[in-house]
């Protein structure tokens, strides 16, 4: 792996202190980061480099799952690091970012090999890159890369304008656009799941999937992010990125040898398949659910409309359920169900595929389950897989088992990990192309605009529940259920 300098801007911020830290330390144990490496984070703060030292190894005391292992190695490891102040709209500061930079690559023979993450929020990210240009770091001998956060763009057109600008400083393979749902290790490892397994692959298309439903649940609210979120809503803030993501990942045919180009050809193949909600067809396709009070967990807490900081007005979508169709030859009339949202019953990503059914002639009086094959991606990581057997207990009547594969989680490598290690590689396979993310806004941008319309339906759900009524009525209508 190439010698670089690491760049981190908001290197003092929230996801720099729970993700970035551990990752890059977690690299670093198994020696994954180069010979020659060196960060430089950058903040409004005021701190010296032995005040930042203090705080990186905090942030991975607390958040890495192997500092136990290498309390030693914490020392060698912050020796890479090093901290800049400054105020990322000024221009004139990154002049002296840049001698910094320089300084160091000197200092440890690093050749100019720039990777820029931006962690930081939306507004500042065109403006850091222009200075990244206008003030000379970007104009390197070596490479250049640059990782952004997400969201990206508010709408398509806003997202057109950021891409834009970006452009003008590095071009789309210079941009690592992080979507860590693609860094999830179940979310990578379904190409291999539907590929390495004739049986699978053999049954991975419309002959015999009846259905596949994609969730995303959570049972937080708003919390901090009061003013975000009551902006952007589940749409923007799950469904438009992670959620068609991984329907992306799920259905895309894979490519007879596996590379970046043709991966993500496959998956822009079903972006473009995805067959346009017009927007009559949006009230018979689209739930959109907001929480009231409830109980999660035995423990009450308060409605959307109560949160701190949000408008007690607000008909803001804290859930939305959609019914997909990928008119592509491998998924001719399976509906793909997707639902995200907060306030949930539990805490789960998962992605169920219901295969057909045509048992029910056979064992007419009794109850078969259709077979159905579940990759839980988050929190737990696993596989399973239903089936019928008889249970010779039961006076051998037809019971579904299980057979269940799960990982043990304090060993698996978390998805910043993985994606980190990818962007120093210069492997953008599980990063979001501009063609994946400008189809997605193209193919959300009908519902954004229904949904300023306040006509449409929201959908009252209690929380600690599974979303409102009306998004089981979706599968009902369709003869199934979600899993
Ligand atoms: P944060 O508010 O905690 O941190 C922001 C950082 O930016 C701080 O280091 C701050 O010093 C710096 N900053 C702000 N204004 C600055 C200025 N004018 N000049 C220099 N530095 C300045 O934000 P965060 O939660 O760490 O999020 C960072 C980005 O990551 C955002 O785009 C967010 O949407 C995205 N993101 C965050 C999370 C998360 O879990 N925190 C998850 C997914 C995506």
Request: hydrophobic share 40%.
């Amino acid at each position: 792996m190439d010698s670089m300098t690491f760049i981190l801007f908001g290197a003092t911020g929230d996801l720099a202190k729970r993700k970035i830290f551990p990752a890059l330390y977690n690299l670093f144990l198994d020696k994954k980061l180069p010979s020659s490496f060196s960060i430089v984070g950058t903040g409004r703060s005021n701190l010296s480099d032995d005040a930042f030292q203090i705080y990186v190894e905090e942030s991975v005391k607390t958040f890495s799952r192997r500092f136990s292992q290498g309390e030693s190695k914490i020392k060698e490891f912050l020796k890479t690091v090093r901290y800049h102040k400054m105020d990322v709209t000024n221009s004139d500061g990154y002049d002296q970012l840049l001698h910094a930079i320089q300084e160091g690559e000197a200092e440890l023979n690093i050749p100019e090999n720039r990777l820029f993450y931006l962690s930081v929020a939306p507004e500042f990210v065109d403006v850091i890159a222009s200075n990244i240009n206008s003030g000379g770091l970007g104009s390197t001998k070596g490479w250049k890369r640059l990782i952004i956060e997400k969201p990206f763009g508010h709408d398509l057109q806003s997202a057109q304008v950021l891409n834009q600008k970006l452009t003008e400083t590095f071009n789309e393979e210079e941009i690592y656009r992080i979507d860590h749902y693609l860094g999830k290790p179940m979310i990578q490892n379904l190409e291999a799941l539907a590929s390495a397994n004739p049986i699978l692959q053999a049954l991975w298309n419309h002959h015999y999937v009846a259905n596949v439903q994609i969730t995303a649940s959570e049972t937080v609210g708003v919390e901090e992010r009061a003013h975000y979120y009551d902006q952007s809503g589940a749409i923007r803030d799950m469904f438009q990125n992670h959620m068609l993501q991984m329907l992306m990942m799920t259905a895309m045919q894979l490519p007879k040898t596996l590379n970046i180009a043709k991966t993500r050809q496959q998956k822009i193949k079903i972006m473009k398949s995805l067959r346009p909600l017009q927007k009559e067809f949006i009230h018979s396709n689209v739930i959109r659910g907001q929480y009231e009070a409830g109980k999660i967990q035995n423990r009450s807490v308060i409605g959307y409309k109560d949160e701190p900081d949000i408008n007690a007005a607000s008909v803001n979508d804290t859930f939305i359920a959609v019914r997909v169709w990928i008119d592509h030859e491998l998924w001719k009339g399976v509906p793909f169900y997707l639902r995200t949202g907060k306030r949930m019953s539990k805490k789960c990503t998962r992605i169920v595929i219901e295969f057909k059914h045509p048992l029910k002639d056979v064992y007419t009086d009794e109850e078969v389950i259709p077979n159905l094959l579940v990759v839980e991606i988050s929190p737990n990581e696993g596989i399973s897989l239903q089936l019928n057997s008889k249970n010779p207990l039961n006076d051998n009547k037809i019971e579904p088992i299980f057979i269940n594969f799960s990982t043990n989680q304090k060993e698996v490598p978390e998805a910043y990990e993985l994606l980190l290690f990818d962007a120093l590689q210069g492997d953008s396979t599980f990063f979001a192309h501009w063609e994946e993310v400008e189809l997605s806004w193209k193919w959300v941008q009908p519902i954004l605009e229904v949904f300023n319309d306040e006509r449409f339906p929201l959908h009252f759900y209690p929380a600690g529940t599974m979303g409102p009524a009306a998004s089981n009525h979706l599968l009902e209508d369709d003869g199934f259920k979600w899993w």
